[in-house]
């Protein structure tokens, strides 16, 4: 088991930035890919951003430019670098992991989850 914790989120206004970051409680190095969903009021999680363990991304079309993901496995931590944040960014952001097992089962991880506001 991984224990994922999120921080960084809060309060900013439309145009400026924010960094998240995901503390693992061990090893993130067996993870094939960790990254990044989020969730506003009233609609379904959806996918912001992911990252491989070989260092490949994957961006929402939504966040191309602006948001970035990567990985730091000596350090267990996964980063979320949001810019030039509007509105339409504000919902909680969750950190999540996938490890596959040597006989090929998917696990998943998910951190609680940290409250990202944007205002106008």
């Known amino acids: 088991q991984v224990q994922l914790v999120e921080s960084g989120g809060g309060l900013v206004q439309a145009g400026g930035s924010l960094r998240l970051s995901c503390a693992a409680s061990?090893?993130?190095?067996?993870?094939?890919?960790m990254g990044w969903y989020r969730q506003a009021p009233g609609k379904q999680r959806e996918l912001v951003a992911t990252?491989?363990?070989?260092?490949?991304?994957n961006y929402a079309d939504s966040v191309k430019g602006r948001f970035t993901v990567s990985r730091d496995n000596a350090k267990n931590t996964v980063y979320l670098q949001m810019n030039s944040l509007n509105p339409e960014d504000t919902a909680d952001y969750y950190c999540h992991g996938r490890r596959t097992t040597v006989a090929g089962v998917n696990l998943e991880f998910w951190g609680q989850g940290t409250l990202v506001t944007v205002s106008s």
């Open positions: 061990r090893s993130i190095f067996s993870f094939n890919v």
């Open positions: 990252v491989t363990n070989g260092g490949s991304t």
